[in-house]
């Protein structure tokens, strides 16, 4: 008998409200265990949302989160981050005034860059600074909301490595990113928001060119 394992996480339509505006319509989507989900969308079109509201960050007025077959909805941060998610927001995701060696809680790390204030690096090393320290908690989800992937390819590399160890050890991964090619060649499923809508949800290897070029314009299928 084949034991199908539930997903690690399932978002149930969530409701988010920025004023009087609501961010997301029908979205509901799951990750499962040892897998990559790439989020795409255009600009504005709700891909931060769902992890904001997974973490805690903005509140839901309905639909749900369930983590590991726990139930995280309406939870404060503090206890969601302690259930397991690691979510690395848009931006920069460290803590700037610490140092890398604080950041990173690493005994070891006493080169010149553990000594150097994590503020100084430039935006792309913090990312991958928080993708380290994100990654040495164990975390069974990660969602990484937009990577520097403009940034030196031999550090995209890095993080893509990164992300492919721990979803091989068993971590749900989620990637989000307005830029689609390197998303998709990562990912195993892969999810296209429009205007706070699924426009496309499919297996990665399915979304085409033409598809994405219709859900996404030009500039951001490349
Ligand atoms: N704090 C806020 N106040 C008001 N509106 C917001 C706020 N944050 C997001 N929105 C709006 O909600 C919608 C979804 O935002 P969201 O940040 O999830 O989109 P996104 O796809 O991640 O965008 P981006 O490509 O810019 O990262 C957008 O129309 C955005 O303008
Ligand atoms: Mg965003």
Same mark, same amino acid.
């Given at each position: ?23 997301? #319509? +029908? ?6 265990? =040892?897998?990559?989900?790439?989020? !795409?969308?255009? =600009?504005?079109?709700?891909?931060? &949302? ?9 509140? &839901?007025?309905? $639909?749900?989160?369930? #983590?590991?077959?726990? +139930?995280?909805? $309406? @939870?404060?941060? +503090? ?21 890398? !060696?604080? =950041? #990173? ?14 503020? &100084? !690096? ?12 994100? !990654? ?57 928001? @429009? @205007? ?6 499919? +297996? ?19």
């Amino acid at each position: 008998m084949t034991v199908i394992a539930p997903p690690l996480l399932t978002v149930r339509d969530p409701t988010v409200r920025y004023g009087t505006a609501q961010a997301l #319509l +029908d979205v509901s989507f799951e990750a499962p265990r =040892n897998s990559a989900l790439a989020v !795409l969308g255009p =600009n504005g079109a709700g891909k931060s &949302t769902p992890a904001r509201a997974l973490s805690g960050l903005v509140p &839901t007025a309905a $639909g749900s989160f369930a #983590l590991d077959g726990r +139930d995280l909805t $309406g @939870r404060p941060p +503090d206890s969601i981050r302690r259930a397991g998610p690691v979510h690395l927001p848009e931006g920069r995701g460290v803590f700037p005034t610490l140092t890398v !060696l604080e =950041n #990173l809680r690493m005994a070891t790390a006493c080169d010149r860059r553990g000594r150097q204030a994590a503020g &100084t !690096l430039s935006g792309g090393e913090q990312q991958m600074l928080s993708l380290a320290r994100a !990654l040495m908690v164990d975390p069974r989800l990660v969602v990484a909301d937009e990577l520097p992937l403009g940034v030196a390819p031999k550090m995209v590399d890095v993080v893509f490595e990164s992300l492919r160890r721990a979803r091989s050890a068993g971590v749900a991964v989620i990637v989000i990113e307005q830029f689609a090619s390197r998303a998709l060649d990562f990912a195993d499923h892969c999810l296209v928001l @429009r @205007r706070g809508r699924i426009a496309w949800a499919g +297996d990665a290897a399915l979304a085409g060119p033409e598809l994405l070029r219709r859900h996404l314009g030009e500039a951001t299928a490349a």
